[in-house]
């Protein structure tokens, strides 16, 4: 037994498992891109990535798997080896598995879901393709693990497949839905730390809406709503962010002029400390989504001190909560009358907020830390079970 001046036998704690990822991201843009650089960067495991340019969407759903399986075999000539294999929706699952040499085809592999493509919005011009949402479901079966970055999204995605698989002529297979289900978790993207909110004037009132530029966005609606508001007195700024790609809407032109003395910022901001503060200057963030499978932009609304105004459908109740002051009922009508609620409120109060700091929760549940710890223990289990 050792004595005082002795040193004593100290027990180390074993060191946290360390995991080679193979990374494959067949559309490397948007959040698609965020997700994957923000887990990285946080993640204690080690990355390898293979991505392909964020365009031309259908053309990477239907190659990615034979590039990536050919870049995938360079690799391990040059030596290379993973614990395991990430992907997201854009890849074919399935085919690369096929494809890939024997070292990686056999390596167990999660397959996140940023969206798909059986209820992603459709143009109503345009007949769906379900050879992308058979993509999915085949990349849904032949993963390990399924993450979805919603609850809501999940069952959408499910519920939706099983009504397809029963519109086929024969050998449906059915069992699909209950395979894909038994393996899924859900993991919402993380944010980044946000600066503290800096003091502004409460008047006027400050909106921003910052969606794709896109029909599944509502942007209609939006304006609509901004309309009434205008019309019925209401002085306010707006801030009309987010990113547009090919065909805008024909709205947008129309409300650049016709809301040309409210606008203070019109289109994307790329640089994330202009976006950042955007938002610190904006009182309220609104979305009029038709179709949402998460809703990143209103967590990071939130995070940053701007109150949210979301219709109450779509994950926005599970991903925000249950704070009933955040949602309207989905209506033009609803939205302009909240908008002229708030308005006066922060005339009357000088703030939105009921008193309590929603940002700080925010920061906590969805910030990079938490995530990226949830995220490497779920790899790390799904290794050692393998």
Request: net charge negative; glycine share 6%.
């Amino acid at each position: 037994m050792p004595t005082d001046d002795q040193p004593r036998a100290t027990a180390e704690a074993p060191r946290p498992k360390v995991l080679r990822v193979l990374a494959l991201n067949a559309y490397h843009g948007g959040s698609h891109r965020a997700f994957l650089n923000g887990w990285s960067r946080h993640s204690r495991h080690d990355f390898t990535l293979l991505s392909l340019p964020p365009f031309k969407w259908k053309w990477r759903m239907r190659h990615a798997a034979i590039s990536f399986a050919t870049r995938t075999a360079e690799l391990v000539d040059a030596g290379c080896q993973w614990d395991v294999v990430f992907c997201t929706d854009m890849l074919n699952l399935a085919e690369y598995r096929g494809l890939a040499p024997p070292s990686v085809s056999h390596l167990p592999a999660v397959a996140y879901f940023h969206e798909n493509q059986l209820t992603y919005p459709n143009q109503e011009s345009h007949e769906r393709d379900l050879h992308f949402a058979f993509t999915n479901m085949l990349t849904g079966l032949a993963a390990d693990r399924v993450w979805f970055n919603s609850a809501f999204h999940r069952d959408e995605f499910l519920q939706t497949l099983g009504q397809m698989l029963r519109r086929m002529p024969d050998h449906q297979p059915l069992s699909a839905v209950g395979e894909i289900r038994d393996k899924t978790t859900i993991h919402s993207p993380g944010i980044e730390p946000t600066p503290a909110r800096p003091a502004r004037h409460c008047q006027p009132l400050r909106v921003t809406w910052a969606s794709r530029w896109e029909h599944d966005k509502g942007p209609d609606e939006f304006f609509a709503a901004l309309r009434l508001l205008r019309d019925g007195g209401v002085d306010f700024r707006l801030r009309v962010l987010g990113e547009s790609f090919g065909h805008v809407p024909p709205c947008f032109q129309v409300a650049r002029q016709e809301f040309a003395a409210q606008i203070v910022q019109w289109g994307f901001l790329a640089e994330r400390t202009e976006y950042q503060h955007a938002l610190s200057d904006s009182d309220i963030m609104v979305s009029t989504a038709l179709h949402e499978f998460f809703g990143i932009a209103m967590v990071e609304a939130v995070a940053s001190g701007c109150f949210p105004l979301a219709p109450r459908r779509l994950a926005y109740p599970e991903v925000l909560g249950a704070a009933d002051d955040w949602f309207y009922d989905g209506t033009v009508e609803d939205l302009a009358a909240r908008l002229n609620q708030l308005d006066q409120r922060l005339r009357v109060r000088g703030s939105l907020w009921s008193g309590e700091d929603r940002s700080q929760e925010m920061r906590e549940r969805f910030g990079w830390q938490r995530v990226t710890t949830e995220m490497d223990r779920a790899l790390v289990e799904l290794v050692a079970g393998s």
